[in-house]
């Protein structure tokens, strides 16, 4: 390079230099400049990345990485942050109280040595991205509570507060973090469990919901597991019992198979372990692994532990193993239909070669898809939904146990979705449907003489479960029946919209119509008026007619029905549509005081309480007093 190059090199380190100083000293406020001439260390303690304590029994080396604190020496783990970040904040705190230079100790006749600084009682060294401080920590000064420190490569003995020694932890286990495993129950992605006698679990976490895969592919019982990762992240060191040497020749006296052999006595080789419990938290992909082993001896409610990969043993309280002391059936979600009721849109009911499918729209009620198109009973169609997904679960059975349990064929199947399936009548269609494979389908089995409970099975799962019949004992002789679901809507007519009614009771008709300012007047019989009340009575419960249940029109069954020779029949006339009217036929009473009715032009007998029949069949006009005549 040439000197004229060299040159303007240095010019700009210069200038850029003198800028720095420059906006430093207009930048930075000067209160803020003043605080930070009074510190004993000028570091950024929140780029603060090693820490290296000396004093009495605590010797300590710590670094800080992405994933927080490490103790490196004397042994290896993972540090309290809290506790690292308090020695810090103390030592950030410390304030020059007093400086005394190597001239003014010239002048006074004292060396370091009258400071306790020739050897030190402590030794603290710290750094940041671009900086490393060392301080020596002598003696307690004669008077306000200082002690005398001194920067190594300064000449400068500086009294500070005493407190600096207070905020030393007594020893290397005072900085350790005792948490055993570190996550929480919503990060964890994979749980794997490992016991003697209960074989191998895995669980993963898939849209917020945990689900088996080994030994079997299911749901798992997201409470149980969730409570099981609450203890393990809770978890925490009782005693530190034994940790590999770091460094020095000491470390070459124990060779892995010699550290291995430490965790034997132990219970804690890998093959001899009472569990091993290993987690994968948000993407991990190396997962933490934790070794339970042996009860201590002197501490029956303590047991001895180790993480995988780091060389120390621990004891940690006894219950994280009963905890983690379970069997597949113990994690297997107990409930039938993991579903909320009212985000189901999708129900499938078969029984031999009939079916039912409800169908509800976005944006829209219920409807009945097969084997008819009908507007459903909405009400009914959530009760129903309400006890399937409340049916719980009462044991898991085994596959050879199976075989007789009255599953082949079953006596009825059931379908739910939260999504109405693509390739249904009125499916929905495009990715998210398509991608969506949430229909839950279950098989369920005939009862059986002298059991309180049938069996069902998931489709496509071989898996058997007893469940109580519940409601499941009536209902599944009519879950396929149309007309169970059927809307009980009888009329729903806005008062508004008549202008005309016809009561036929017999050789007896009655009539009225609405005339041109509003006003109710009689046309049949001759001579007759209005029974205002009567009409506005009828109107107001046409405007919801509820039947308490809808049966199928039997044509050879109408006179059962009384609906060939009814007993009264109520004609609307509507406003609008030039003579369109709807004409509601009330056939007998049944031995319930019920009424069978039927809307004409429609296949179904709507069965009427007693009230709102006798209200329909109400007079609608009177003869006039005879003084009016």
Known sequence: MKVRDTLKLLVIVCFLGLAIWVLDRHLVPSEERRERAKRVLDLDFDDARYLRVEHDALQAECIRDGNGWHIQWPLRGRADRSRVERVLAFLEALARSESVTSAQRRRRRLALDDYGLASPRARIVLRDRFNRRELLVGDDAPLGKLVYVMLKGEDAVIATSRVLLKALPKDVHALRDRTV???????????????????????????????????????????????????????????????????????????????????????????????????????????????????????????????????????????????????????????????DPAEIRYAFFGRGDRELVLHRPENQGWLIKEPVQWKADAAKISEILEAFTSIRVERFVAKEEAAALGLDPPAFSVRLSTRIPPDTPGGESGTAAAADDGVLGVRVGHSREGTNVVYATFEGDPSVMAIRPGFLGSASFSLTDPYGFRDRTVLSLAAARVDRLALVRGKSTQAVFRNAQGVWEATKPEGAEPVVEAIRGSLLLAADVQALRVEPLDLKRQEAYGLAKPTAVLTFGLAEGGGIQKSLVIGKQNAGGEWYSLLQGQDAVFVLPDAAARRLMADIVRRRAATEQ
């Not at 460094?247 to 001899?272: H, K, Q, V």
């Open 181 to 339: 495993v570190q996550g929480a129950p919503g990060r964890t992605a994979r749980i794997a469990i490992h016991r003697p006698g209960g074989g191998f679990l895995q669980l993963v976490q898939v849209a917020g919901e945990w689900r088996l895969q080994q030994p079997i592919v299911g749901r798992a019982d997201h409470a149980r597991i969730s409570a099981m990762l609450e203890a393990l992240y809770a978890l925490e060191v009782n005693t530190f019992v034994w940790d590999a040497p770091v460094g020095g020749e000491s470390a070459l006296s124990e060779l892995p198979e010699d550290i291995e052999a430490r965790f034997e006595p132990y219970g804690l080789a890998r093959d001899e372990a009472a569990a091993r419990v290993a987690v994968w938290v948000d993407q991990d992909e190396v997962g933490q692994e934790l070794i339970l082993g042996k009860p201590v001896a002197e501490r029956p409610d303590e047991i001895y532990a180790k993480v995988k990969d780091i060389d120390s043993i621990f004891s940690v309280s006894k219950e994280i193993l009963d905890a983690f002391s379970v069997t597949l059936n113990d994690i297997r979600d107990r409930v039938l239909f993991d579903l």
